[in-house]
Nanobody, 118 residues
Framework: QVHVMESGGGLVQAGGSLRLTCADPRVITSVFRSDNMAWYRQVPGNSRELVASIASGGDTNYADSVKGRFTMSRDNARKRVILQMNNLRPEDTGVYYC?????????WGQGTQVTVSS
């Protein structure tokens, strides 16, 4: 059973920073090392959009709107990924979902709210 745990959302003023963490603490490390991980964002009335992803080998990909501000990294020993969000803007507001691509299947977390006030 995949257990996607997200943390780190909250309310911040524009220009501030937040750090989101996504982990699957019950998985064995060798499996986590092969996972591709991603963060998506959803706002009411819209579909989920990809914000950032990191492959098992460490290659990262970012939405144009967050390049230069967000950094995604992985800590395989702790079986988690981190999304560091700096210089946040009101348009970054939304529910952020972590997704784990494992062995051909995608697993979602419950989401964490990020609100950026102007």
């Amino acid at each position: 059973q995949v257990h996607v745990m997200e943390s780190g959302g909250g309310l911040v003023q524009a220009g501030g920073s937040l750090r989101l963490t996504c982990a699957d603490p019950r998985v064995i490390t060798s499996v986590f090392r092969s996972d591709n991980m991603a963060w998506y964002r959803q706002v009411p009335g819209n579909s989920r959009e990809l914000v950032a992803s990191i492959a098992s080998g460490g290659d990262t990909n970012y939405a144009d709107s967050v390049k230069g501000r967000f950094t995604m990294s992985r800590d395989n020993a702790r079986k988690r990924v981190i999304l560091q969000m700096n210089n946040l803007r009101p348009e970054d507001t939304g529910v952020y979902y972590c997704a784990i691509d494992r062995r051909g299947s995608k697993y979602w977390g419950q989401g964490t709210q990020v609100t950026v006030s102007s």
